[in-house]
């Protein structure tokens, strides 16, 4: 009985590997096991009288309508030019300089997560627009991808995120059910808004990280990031220097203003990105009825994935608790040496290495319902627990063989450039990120003083 919880997360990691679609592998599996526990007598029907109930919480979570509008923003801003508009403006202030316009790429990677936060728009935008300049002008190819992905993927970590709004729902259910079974009936709530106030002095210093490394390559390298030989045809002066940054800057400001300044909830700050981000595509000449359908389109198909695998998630941790799994895992965490530090890094390790061959999607619903109330039952501070798996999740973007990122750069990508140079150049950004890691790990105020000092 105590092995068929670590059954059924096997059996969904070997069939995720066959590409069948997530959603229908989670739910699909927790059907079988449920049919075969009842035939067995070892899972009671009762349980699955629970879906109807997890369905519409899901259909009424007010949190989750941010991810659309978050998604429609992204990708209408993909489609109005602003990362063009921002690449040029900073390549024209640090592209002379060695290292500079790797510089640039950063900064710009961090701008365009600070207002979109899609990282598959930022990777594929960026390595479209600058991969093939840099090559031309002799960057290291390693180099090169390892800065477009490893920027793309600041997305994750750098509030408005997504993964940080799935992730802020998530937790939130969890550290109200570790509360419950602590016998605490005067609730703490813990929400997305203080996820994204959590995760903005780690991701600016993940920023800090990334920039020293290019500066110190440029340093000790500089024959893999020489400095830019300047076009006679690029714009000058400060008028289009200004018109790429103010536009994105003046949204990330309304936005992230006004969730810091608790005007807004995240949802409504969403529907104030959605409205800007239309207003910058106005302001650019790109908004018409085609481009609107292709926003449209593209922000239905990702909202419909996300919430399908909400479901097979909520359906497959179902089963798995009524199989005895919680407290199995429960059990697990209070056995390893190390109390709850040494359950900590189990989770982490699991995570890791789940990023593998997971996407961050599946790994929030999936794995987060499970673990995250016994880490928060045994005292673990939701925020700080929050961000440190929202950096570790940002790892599976950039691991290979399975990296969403690779995958995304790899699709625009020059023939000339190799897959494996492209493996190559992620594993600094790798190790930086495992770092940075490590520092919130040593240092957890770093998560939690910036949330204390506005919120407390």
């Known amino acids: 009985m105590e ?3 670590l059954l059924m997360f096997v059996v969904v990691c070997l069939v995720l590997l066959s590409g069948y679609p997530v959603a229908f592998v989670l739910g699909g599996t927790a059907l079988l096991f449920a049919a075969a526990g009842m035939a067995t007598g070892t899972f009671s029907p009762a349980d699955l009288t629970f879906v109807p109930n997890r369905l519409f919480g899901i259909i009424d979570n007010t949190t989750l309508m941010a991810v659309p509008l978050f998604v429609f923003m992204g990708v209408m801003l993909e489609k109005s030019r602003v990362a063009e508009k921002l690449l040029a403006s900073m390549g024209q202030l640090f592209g002379g300089l060695p290292g500079g316009m790797g510089v640039a790429i950063i900064l710009v990677g961090a701008l365009l997560a600070a207002s979109t936060g899609i990282v598959g728009a930022t990777v594929v935008t960026m390595g479209l627009l600058s991969l093939p300049t840099m090559l031309r002008q002799g960057y290291q190819p390693q180099l090169s991808t390892g800065l477009i992905c490893a920027t793309g993927t600041l997305g994750q970590i750098i509030p408005p995120s997504i993964a940080l709004v799935l992730l802020g729902d998530v937790l939130a259910n969890a550290y109200q059910e570790a509360q419950l079974k602590q016998g605490l009936w005067s609730l703490d709530t813990v929400s997305v808004g203080d996820l994204f106030v959590g995760a903005l002095i780690p991701g600016l210093i993940l920023v800090g990280l990334y920039l020293l490394y290019v500066v110190a390559i440029s340093l000790l390298k500089p024959q893999w990031a020489p400095a830019f030989q ?11 220097l200004l018109g790429g940054l103010i536009p ?3 949204l990330i400001a309304a936005v992230l203003g006004s969730i810091l300044t608790g005007k807004a909830t995240p949802t409504e700050a969403a529907g104030v990105g959605a409205f800007g981000s239309l207003l910058l595509a106005a302001g650019n000449r790109h908004l018409n009825g085609q481009i609107l359908g292709q926003v449209v389109r593209a922000t239905s198909r990702v909202t419909a994935m996300v919430f399908m695998i909400l479901i097979g998630a909520s359906l497959f941790s179902l089963v798995f608790r009524g199989f005895g799994g919680e407290e199995a895992v429960h059990a ?5 040496p190390g109390g709850v530090i040494g359950a900590t890094l189990l989770v982490m390790l699991l995570i890791f290495l789940l990023g593998f061959i997971l996407d961050f999607i599946e790994i929030t619903f999936v794995v987060v319902p499970i673990v995250g109330p016994v880490l928060l039952a045994m005292g673990l501070d939701p925020i700080w627990l929050g961000v440190m798996i929202a950096l570790n999740l940002q790892t599976s973007f950039l691991t290979p063989p399975f990296g969403f990122a690779l995958f995304y750069l790899r699709g625009v990508a020059p023939p ?3 897959t494996a140079q492209i493996y190559q150049g992620v594993i600094p950004f790798i190790l930086i990120q495992l770092l940075m890691l490590g520092i919130l790990a040593l240092f957890p105020e770093l ?8 919120y407390g």
């Open 3 to 5: 092995w068929i919880p």
């Open 230 to 240: 300047a076009n006679d045809g690029e714009p000058r002066g400060w008028r289009p």
């Open 248 to 250: 994105p800057l003046l």
């Open 332 to 336: 697990l965490f209070e056995s390893l």
């Open 416 to 418: 000339e450039v190799k």
């Open 447 to 454: 998560a939690t003083w910036l949330p204390d000092q506005l």
